[in-house]
């Protein structure tokens, strides 16, 4: 399973250890469980790297 997460990552032109670390504070940070599928690889909206 993480081996194919890690190659939708990739296809999808993102860093997988960004991905994974992006998404693990969304659900932290309270992200709805009716918005699971923005979190998917190939719909996710990396944070701007200006917003920090």
Partial sequence: MLASLVATCKMSNMSPVDYIAATL????????QSGIEDLMPWRFNQPSSMAA
Avoid at 25 to 32: F, K, M, N, Y
């Fill in 25 to 32: 504070r969304a659900i932290l940070d309270g992200h709805p």
